[in-house]
């Protein structure tokens, strides 16, 4: 089974608004509102794709009850931890410039995470276990690494999709995958990369750390896959950008669809690709039918 935590979910307020002046009363053309948070957005991608998972985290109040209620609409599996204070909303504002004001989200207690650590300590070999996304002051801030050393004894996949410091920590205890970009290699590693030899070589560095699949996307330059297997690098379609948000996560998202099914990472990596342009292509996650419209135009080759 696929498991996605989402420590921190929200509600993502999206308002479209002409000419945003502040200080006067504003009214929107469209807003649209949809669970958010990185661990749901690898959940709802892999529901789209077919495949069963489960999604875990914090819900609170009645912004957690509208998150829950809309991932069940969706088929998507939940095991989530109620809390008292109420989920946050994460508002974004698209007008003559974009702006996002979020929300920092419940306190979580020291009984509510001994639940969600009991809770992952269920999981069995075979699972896959997804953590994405940020961490409330209320947690340490190393609980990724804790959860880390708490299930990979038992043969879980952990996927890990953060950065900085947080991110050389998770390496040694050696993930399945992680998913950063050159900007955050540029932060693990405090350099300035130059060119995609550069890159590929610190994502070599990452490997050499315990990073067992290591996949750099560099949006409409496509993505590099770095592997013990070898180096593979997937051209990004040419399509119109219409919203790059939960993209990353879309990759994610399909890489694991395809590699639940086949255990194939070459195609996985293809599937994921396919997946984060077919996302970045929409106002909304991708669907199955557009994934597969896609595939036929990414070409992955050996480096």
């Known amino acids: 089974m696929i498991y996605t935590l989402t420590l921190n979910p929200s ?56 998150i829950e209620d809309t991932l069940k609409i969706r088929n998507i599996k939940t095991d989530f931890i109620k809390v008292k204070e109420d989920s946050r909303i994460n508002v974004k504002i698209k007008s003559n410039k974009e702006t996002e004001i979020n929300g920092e989200g419940p306190s979580i207690s020291k009984e509510e995470l001994d639940s969600l650590m009991k809770k992952l300590g269920e999981l069995k070999d075979g699972d896959i276990l997804v953590l994405a996304g940020s961490i409330q002051k209320s947690l340490p ?58 890159l590929i070589e610190y994502g070599k560095k990452l490997v050499s750390l315990g990073a067992q699949n290591v996949i750099i996307s560099m949006a409409k330059d496509g993505a590099i896959l770095i592997s013990k297997d070898g180096i593979y690098k ?33 195609e996985s990596f293809k599937y994921g690709i396919a997946s984060g342009s077919a996302s970045a292509f929409s106002m909304e996650l ?18």
């Open 11 to 66: 509600i993502d307020y999206i308002v479209d608004v002409d000419n945003l002046t502040l200080g006067l009363v504003n009214r929107t053309k469209t807003d649209l509102k949809f669970p958010g948070g990185k661990g749901i957005n690898v959940s709802t991608v892999l529901a789209n794709l077919g495949t069963e998972n489960i999604a875990l985290g914090y819900l609170g109040g009645f912004t957690g009850k509208f």
């Open 141 to 198: 801030s190393d609980l990724y690494l804790k959860i880390q050393e708490k299930v990979v004894t038992k043969g879980v996949k952990v996927v890990v999709d953060t950065s900085g410091k947080a991110l050389l920590e998770a390496i040694k205890l050696k993930p399945f995958l992680i998913k950063p970009n050159n900007h955050e290699i540029e932060e693990v590693f405090d350099v300035k990369i130059n060119s995609e030899d550069e």
């Open 234 to 266: 997937g051209n990004a379609p040419k399509g119109e950008v219409k919203n790059s948000v939960g993209a990353g996560d879309s990759l994610v998202g399909g890489f694991l669809s395809k590699f639940n099914e086949t255990g194939d990472i070459k």
């Open 286 to 303: 991708c669907k199955k039918e557009e994934v597969l419209n896609l595939l036929n135009i990414i070409n992955i080759k050996k480096l």
